[in-house]
C-alpha cells in the first residue's frame, strides 16, 4: 500500500537551516476568561524551515499564531524577527515583515469576489495585472479559481483555495499555514508539498499546522507540540510514528478505532435513484443523474474535490433544496425528494453540513439551545410548547461528556469553541439521537487525531446498531478507515461504488482529479 508519507516523500530533503532564527518566540503567554490559551511557550524557526506546531483541539495553536500574526497580543513575553524584538502590531504589520497566513477558519467577505477579497491583501497592485497573477499562480498549484466568483457561492474547500492563493501571491518569509491540505487529492497534496520545498529551499520559512500526521512527518523538519496551553515537546518528526506524535500531543495512548461486528442487513434504508437536480448558485455544480443506496449496518463513503457537487448533494439529501421527483430519495421506503427537513427527520434521518457556523451550529446561541434545535422532536423535549429546559441541558451535558467537548458547560455559546470542539459537539449531538440514517459531511475537518479516532469509532459503533451511514470526505484516510464502499462524485456525477479493499488511494485520488474508471496500477488499500 503506499501512504501518504510514501507520496510526498522528496527526492532530497535540504540540509537542517542554520543561523539567527527568522522568528524566536520567548514566553509568549496569553489569558482569556477563565483560560490561559499560552503559558510561557518558547519556540525558534530558522529560516528555510518547515517546523510543525501541533497540539489537540484547545491547545492554544490558533491564539498562538494569531499573536504572530498580529491578530492577537500577548499578555507577556517576546517575538524577535531576524534577531530584532519586534511588536506586530496587526495583520498589515505581520505582512510588512514578511508574514503571511492561511487560516483554518477564512477571512473572507462573502459578498466580494475571488479577485477583490485577494486585492485587499495586496493593496496598491493594478486588478488587472493581479487578475494575470492569480490565474498564473493558481493554476501553476494546482488550486483553480475563477476571480470573478462571489465567495458567498464557494463551498468551504473553494474558499480555502483561495487563503492558500492570497497568501502565496505576497511572496512570504514566514508561510503559517493551518489545515492547507484539507481540499487535495494525494496527487495535488504531492504537488503542494513540491511547491513547500521549493520555498523552503529559496529561504522561507513555514510553519504548518495539520492534523494529518503523516503529512506531518513527510514535510516538517521540526514538530513543536503544545497540550493545555503548554509546549510539551519538540521533536523531529521523521523520527516519530504518526501514533506517537498523536500520543504526545494528548497525552494517552491512541488507539485506532476498532470495526466491532456488524450484519449489512438486506434492507436498503436511504436510496437515491435518478436524482437530477440544478444547483441553485449560478456557478454551482448541478446533479446528474446520481443513484446510490446504503443499507442498515453499512457505511459508504463519498470522495471528491471541494466544489464537485457535494454542497448540492447534501443539500438535496438534507432536504434544504427540493427535487420534483418524489421517488429520487426515499428514506425506509418514505419518498422525500419533495420534503423538507423536518419530515425526513421524523423518519430518523439525522444531517451533520460540513459548515459548522452558522449551518451545523448557530454560533451566539447556547450549547443547550443547539442540541435543542434538531433533536427536540425526536427526544421529546418540548413540554406544553416550551422548551423542557432540564431534559435539553441534560442532552447537552451527554453530549458534551461522550464526545470529549472542551467547554465551560452548556450554557456557553457556540461561537466561544474552537473549531474541533464544536465539530464534535455536532457530530455527538446528531449521533447521540440514534438516527436510522445519518447523512454526514466532512466528520473530522479540523479535529485532532484523538478526536478524529473517536468519531470514527461512533460512527462505526452506529452502523452496527443498524444505522446506513452516508460519509462525504474530502479526506480518504477517512473514507478508508471508516468506510465500508467508496464511490467518487466528480463534476457532479457519481462512480460506481466498490468495496473499499477492492480500490487503491491513487485511484480514487485519479477519479476525484475527474479521471473516469477505476483501471490502474496499484495494490488494493488494506
Given amino acids: 500500500m503506499t501512504t501518504v508519507e510514501d507520496a510526498v516523500q522528496p527526492a532530497q530533503r535540504p540540509a537542517a537551516p542554520t543561523g539567527t532564527p527568522l522568528l524566536d518566540l520567548a514566553g509568549i503567554t496569553k489569558a482569556f476568561p477563565g483560560c490561559l490559551a499560552n503559558d510561557d511557550i518558547s519556540f525558534a524557526i530558522m529560516p528555510g524551515e518547515i517546523h510543525a506546531l501541533l497540539g489537540e483541539n484547545g491547545a492554544g495553536k490558533s491564539t498562538l499564531v494569531k499573536i504572530i500574526y498580529g491578530v492577537l497580543k500577548p499578555d507577556r513575553g517576546e517575538l524577535r524577527w531576524n534577531g530584532q524584538a519586534v511588536h506586530v502590531a496587526g495583520p498589515s504589520a505581520a505582512r510588512n515583515l514578511g508574514i503571511g497566513m492561511v487560516f483554518q477558519h477564512f477571512s473572507l467577505f462573502e459578498a466580494m469576489t475571488v479577485l477583490e477579497n485577494v486585492s485587499l491583501a495586496l493593496e496598491g497592485e493594478p486588478l488587472s495585472a493581479l487578475r494575470e497573477r492569480l490565474l498564473k499562480l493558481s493554476e501553476s498549484y494546482g488550486l483553480p479559481l475563477d476571480p470573478d466568483r462571489h465567495v458567498h457561492d464557494l463551498s468551504v474547500g473553494e474558499r480555502q483555495r483561495i487563503e492558500i492563493v492570497r497568501c502565496l501571491l505576497q511572496n512570504p518569509k514566514l508561510l503559517i499555514l493551518d489545515e492547507p ?34 503529512e506531518v512527518k513527510a514535510l516538517c523538519d521540526t514538530a513543536t507540540i503544545l497540550r493545555g496551553g503548554r509546549k510539551v515537546a519538540e521533536c523531529d518528526p521523521k523520527r516519530e510514528s504518526a501514533r506517537s506524535l498523536a500520543e504526545l500531543m494528548i497525552g494517552e495512548k491512541v488507539s485506532p478505532p476498532s470495526r466491532p461486528e456488524r450484519t449489512v442487513e438486506a434492507k436498503e434504508r436511504l436510496v437515491v435513484s435518478g436524482l437530477t437536480a440544478a444547483s441553485d448558485s449560478e456557478f454551482g455544480v448541478d446533479l446528474k443523474d446520481i443513484g446510490f443506496s446504503v443499507s442498515g449496518g453499512e457505511i459508504l463513503g463519498i470522495a471528491g474535490i471541494a466544489g464537485n457537487g457535494q454542497t448540492e448533494l447534501m443539500s438535496v439529501l438534507t432536504g434544504e433544496t427540493l427535487v ?203
Fill in 181 to 214: 491540505t484539507s481540499v487535495l487529492t494525494p496527487q495535488e497534496v504531492e504537488r503542494m508539498f513540491e511547491t513547500l520545498h521549493k520555498l523552503s529551499a529559496e529561504g522561507c520559512a513555514i510553519l504548518y499546522i495539520s492534523h494529518k500526521l503523516d
Fill in 324 to 526: 420534483p421527483a418524489a421517488g429520487a430519495i426515499t428514506i425506509d421506503g418514505e419518498e422525500v425528494g419533495a420534503q423538507g427537513p423536518a419530515p425526513r427527520r421524523a423518519l430518523g434521518a439525522a444531517f451533520v453540513p460540513e459548515e459548522r457556523n452558522g449551518h451545523g451550529a448557530v454560533p451566539a446561541l447556547s450549547l443547550s439551545d443547539n442540541a435543542f434545535l434538531t433533536a427536540f422532536r425526536r427526544l421529546g423535549l418540548v413540554r406544553n410548547g416550551l422548551i423542557a429546559d432540564a431534559p435539553t441541558k441534560s442532552y447537552a451535558e451527554q453530549v458534551i461528556g461522550d464526545f470529549d467537548v472542551r467547554t465551560t458547560g452548556p450554557a456557553a455559546e457556540a461561537g466561544s469553541l474552537s473549531g474541533g470542539n464544536l465539530q464534535k459537539f455536532i457530530v455527538g449531538r446528531e449521533i447521540l439521537q440514534d438516527p436510522g440514517v445519518l447523512v454526514i459531511s466532512q466528520p473530522t475537518w479540523g479535529v485532532d487525531a484523538g478526536a478524529a479516532a473517536s468519531i470514527h469509532q461512533a460512527l462505526l459503533d452506529l452502523a452496527a446498531r443498524g444505522t446506513a451511514v452516508l460519509v462525504i470526505s474530502q479526506d480518504l484516510d477517512e473514507i478508508f478507515t471508516v468506510c465500508d464502499r467508496i464511490a467518487v462524485i466528480s463534476e457532479g456525477t457519481l462512480s460506481d461504488s466498490r468495496p473499499v479493499g477492492e480500490v487503491t488511494i491513487e485511484q480514487i485520488g485519479l477519479l476525484m482529479g475527474g479521471l473516469h474508471g477505476l483501471e490502474g496500477e496499484g495494490k488494493p488499500h488494506g
